[in-house]
């Protein structure tokens, strides 16, 4: 192709400067390529600015709230305790202004060019940027990464705006409603549960599926649901939104069960649509590029990150493949390390781990005991409770457990918990399913005492035998 004279030059062309953006920008600089990062709002995407680091710090705002409004006692702390939501989080919006602002130094640090502006390819080596004082400029590239993101989902005749929410306007209000219908119960929907309950908010969950957190074990979904009733979060599972109207001083939700029979209404101040994602491909030019989309509207990607154009690469949620931002960022370096010419160990996504951050939390890896069944596996599982470790009675959160589930040689299979800090727990058992250990490995491993870790200890043994403190 012809060069433009006028234009700017790189090696990597990246769009959107989210986890797996800013990530495969960093790696591709380190392995000696020129980089430029075009962003139109977010350094840090979703994540760093509007979604799991200032979940995060609300949702410790939301732990600390429940132990002192709720536990205070228990624990010694008496008198009137007054919660102050907005001061939490001011919180919450500290630590995303400092973590989204770390991109920036990235950029910086490893010679990356920053490009504030809305990128759109103009032909298969080529974009423009347009930027927020109405100028361009033109960039030349020899391979590019799309990292757009996702764009939240919402209900056919269902329009975002006034007191209908995402996840977006949610978070970066201060002034929370009474009360809040949240429709889906993936992890969007149980964490703003729990911190939206914690700090007095009447919370009434609707799920679609026949149960909370449909994608994670069923054990999980039925420890959680009893969890919720306990904290006073109602749900509703099997059940449809088939509307919702807006008055002036709330929401009117129609609901109906999924398998007929007659509705009802919800009356709230607020409802929040928590019902998944959609890829974020309008309006980047991608036809000009011949770049080809599957059949849910995902970008079409090989192990190795690469479109059927093979100098344009696509990570993250605009994939489809798994919406965590630890993917984006592992796909991120894959792409990076192919464009450079390295061999990178690809994508193992069955050993991918999954956090959920509600109270109690959730986290897993790999099958869930039906879904090994379903494969033909020869199914063992052991399930041991936190009522039974010493460190959970310590915490006061006795309440969960570690299940996992192994075939009949005890490879590990899956990993499934709910509990105190379970998100912690987590590497242990993704080593053990990427590398094959078997539940006779972990159980013979020492584990400090007293700690969390050792449900996943004697969890092991109950597949190899029996458990010592059960």
Known sequence: MAIDAGANHVDVLVLGAG???????????QLGLSVAVVEGRWWGGVCLNVGCIPTKALLRNAEVAHLVARQ???????????LDYATGWKRSRDVASKMAGGVRFLMQKNGIKAVDGWGAFTGPRAATVQH??????????????????????TLPGVAIGGRVMTYEQLILTDNIPKSLVIAGSGAIGVEFATIMSSFGVDVTVVEYLQRLVPNEDEAVSQELARAFRRQGIKTMTGTAVQGVEQTD???????????????????AEAMLMALGFSPRTDGFGLEQTGVA????????????????????FAIGDVTGKMMLAHVAQRQGVIAA??????????????????ATYCEPQIASVGLTKAQAEAEGFDVKVSRFPFSANGKAQSLGEPGGFVMLVADASGELLGAHMIGPDVTELLPELVLAKTWGLTAEQLAVTVHAHPSLSEAVMEAAEGIVGAPIDL
């Open 249 to 267: 001083d709330g929401v009117v939700v129609k609901v109906a069960p999924t398998g007929g029979g007659e509705g009802t209404t919800i009356r």
């Open 19 to 29: 986890p797996g953006g800013y990530v495969a920008a960093v790696r591709a600089a």
């Open 293 to 312: 989309l599957d059949e849910r509207g995902f970008i079409a990607i090989d192990d190795g990150m690469r479109t059927n154009v093979p100098h344009i």
């Open 337 to 354: 390390e192919a464009i450079a010419g390295e061999q990178p160990e690809s994508l193992d996504y069955s050993s991918v781990p999954r």
């Open 132 to 153: 927020a004082d109405g100028t361009t400029s033109d960039w030349e590239f020899g391979h590019a990464i799309i990292a757009t993101g996702a764009v939240p989902k």
């Open 72 to 82: 205070g006692q228990v624990f010694g702390v008496s008198g009137d305790v007054q």
